[in-house]
């Protein structure tokens, strides 16, 4: 008799009771950051055999991030660090798909992370943070953040009921997020790089535990951190939860209802999207409402300049907003809404800057009506 004695290369976690592979194999994860917590999220994900992996992150490898990151090398100076993770994933576990985007996360549209069954974050700035947690709450998606700063380090979950991540901020981190947004001088680049001190054993711990509560998540089980914050102070080795408490006025509470797909075209206008509107409302389109502010121009008031752009913010470089003759940036107009005969429901959804899978939101008096942009709804 022949008695096999190989081990499967999930076989000591799947010696779990309630541990199924199968789902883990199914799933789909988006990470977003690809630096020190990125690097190690993707190494877990990897090892427990996640199936589907997709990483966006816009930073390149630079000589510091070697001592921190398992998947750089030396010639991978100057490369785009998601490129480099999704390359060298492969020879980690094959098994697994993990698909690299070189960019902005606030540059995508909602629709595409609704493909996710749910997210990791693994930022180093406010503003990152802030898309993530309203577009998972509007589209009832649970994520998981983590954060570290020298051999501290701390991890929250977010389902999407009670507090968000916005829920926890102070008026300090709102001014301070406030006075950013409104310097034009600051690109999205600029705007989403920080610098903080971090080590390689921070980063392991808390990208660890992101991973195990992304895996009790999966299996349907509750996390212990579900709006709440597990909080590791490496210096006296100290370790805490907090639980964030929820305001019932905070701007993120939104939650999208069913999302129209198959419909629009990204080189379809808007009038086409209100047309679409009016058959599947009982009262007629009275406004329309973006995801991202759309820049209809800019003004020189001391130069006499003026420039007309509508395109959404993502795809509108400082130079644009520049004023020629002095220099100087200009006075930015935004919209993030606009009434149903503004001049802009002419463009189309390409003229306005926006990426595929985006969702565009129209309000007939007291119900809105979500449209999909591009692509089929999962």
Same mark, same amino acid.
């Given at each position: 008799?022949?008695? $096999?004695?190989?081990?499967?290369?999930?076989?000591?976690?799947?010696?779990?009771?309630?541990?199924?592979?199968?789902?883990?194999?199914?799933?789909?994860?988006?990470?977003?950051?690809?630096?020190?917590?990125?690097?190690? %999220?993707?190494?877990?994900?990897?090892?427990?055999?996640?199936?589907?992996?997709?990483?966006?992150?816009?930073?390149?490898?630079?000589?510091?991030?070697?001592?921190?990151?398992?998947?750089?090398?030396?010639?991978?100076?100057?490369? +785009?660090?998601?490129?480099?993770?999704?390359?060298?994933?492969?020879?980690?576990?094959?098994?697994?798909?993990? $698909?690299?985007?070189?960019?902005?996360?606030?540059?995508?549209?909602?629709?595409?992370?609704?493909?996710?069954?749910?997210?990791?974050?693994?930022?180093?700035?406010?503003?990152?943070?802030?898309?993530?947690?309203?577009?998972?709450?509007?589209?009832?998606?649970?994520?998981?953040?983590?954060?570290?700063?020298?051999?501290?380090?701390? %991890?929250?979950?977010?389902?999407?009921?009670?507090?968000?991540?916005?829920?926890?901020?102070?008026?300090?981190?709102?001014?301070?997020?406030?006075?950013?947004?409104?310097?034009?001088?600051?690109?999205?680049?600029?705007?989403?790089?920080?610098?903080?001190?971090?080590?390689?054993?921070?980063?392991?711990?808390?990208?660890?535990?992101?991973?195990?509560?992304?895996?009790?998540?999966?299996?349907?089980?509750?996390?212990?951190?579900?709006?709440?914050?597990?909080?590791?102070?490496?210096?006296?080795? &100290?370790?805490?939860?907090?639980?964030?408490?929820?305001?019932? +006025?905070?701007?993120?509470?939104?939650?999208?209802?069913?999302?129209?797909?198959?419909?629009?075209?990204?080189?379809?206008?808007?009038?086409?999207?209100? &047309?679409?509107?009016?058959?599947?409302?009982?009262?007629?389109?009275?406004?329309? &409402?973006?995801?991202?502010?759309?820049?209809?121009?800019?003004?020189?008031?001391?130069?006499?300049?003026?420039?007309?752009?509508?395109?959404?913010?993502?795809?509108?470089?400082?130079?644009?907003?520049?004023?020629?003759?002095?220099?100087?940036?200009?006075?930015?107009?935004?919209?993030?809404?606009?009434?149903?005969?503004?001049?802009?429901? +002419?463009?189309?959804?390409?003229?306005?800057?926006?990426?595929?899978?985006?969702?565009? $939101?129209?309000?007939?008096?007291?119900?809105?009506?979500?449209?999909?942009?591009?692509?089929?709804?999962?």
């Amino acid at each position: 008799m022949l008695i $096999t004695t190989e081990e499967g290369r999930y076989d000591r976690q799947e010696l779990i009771s309630w541990w199924d592979q199968s789902r883990l194999r199914e799933s789909r994860i988006l990470v977003v950051g690809a630096g020190a917590l990125g690097n190690e %999220v993707i190494k877990n994900l990897l090892l427990i055999g996640v199936g589907h992996i997709d990483l966006i992150d816009l930073d390149i490898v630079e000589r510091s991030n070697l001592a921190r990151c398992v998947f750089f090398r030396e010639g991978d100076n100057g490369a +785009f660090k998601s490129l480099v993770v999704a390359q060298a994933a492969a020879e980690v576990n094959p098994e697994c798909i993990v $698909t690299a985007h070189v960019g902005d996360v606030t540059a995508i549209g909602l629709g595409f992370i609704n493909q996710f069954d749910l997210v990791i974050g693994a930022l180093d700035n406010r503003e990152a943070r802030l898309w993530i947690n309203q577009a998972c709450r509007k589209l009832g998606l649970t994520w998981i953040d983590g954060a570290i700063e020298g051999i501290r380090g701390v %991890v929250k979950v977010f389902p999407p009921e009670g507090a968000c991540y916005e829920c926890t901020l102070g008026e300090r981190d709102r001014e301070i997020l406030s006075k950013r947004r409104s310097c034009s001088l600051l690109s999205t680049e600029e705007m989403l790089t920080g610098k903080v001190p971090t080590t390689a054993t921070s980063s392991s711990l808390i990208a660890g535990l992101q991973v195990q509560e992304a895996v009790r998540l999966l299996h349907q089980q509750r996390s212990p951190i579900e709006n709440a914050g597990w909080v590791f102070t490496g210096e006296t080795f &100290d370790s805490y939860i907090v639980t964030y408490t929820e305001d019932e +006025f905070c701007m993120a509470h939104d939650r999208f209802s069913k999302i129209e797909s198959g419909t629009l075209k990204v080189t379809d206008s808007i009038s086409i999207a209100l &047309d679409r509107a009016k058959a599947l409302s009982s009262t007629p389109p009275s406004a329309i &409402d973006f995801e991202r502010e759309i820049i209809r121009g800019a003004t020189c008031n001391a130069c006499e300049w003026s420039v007309v752009i509508n395109r959404r913010i993502n795809s509108v470089s400082p130079a644009e907003i520049t004023c020629p003759h002095c220099d100087e940036p200009g006075i930015i107009d935004m919209a993030l809404s606009i009434d149903v005969d503004d001049e802009l429901c +002419f463009l189309t959804f390409e003229e306005l800057g926006f990426p595929e899978l985006e969702i565009l $939101t129209i309000r007939c008096d007291q119900q809105r009506v979500h449209f999909l942009i591009g692509g089929e709804q999962k």
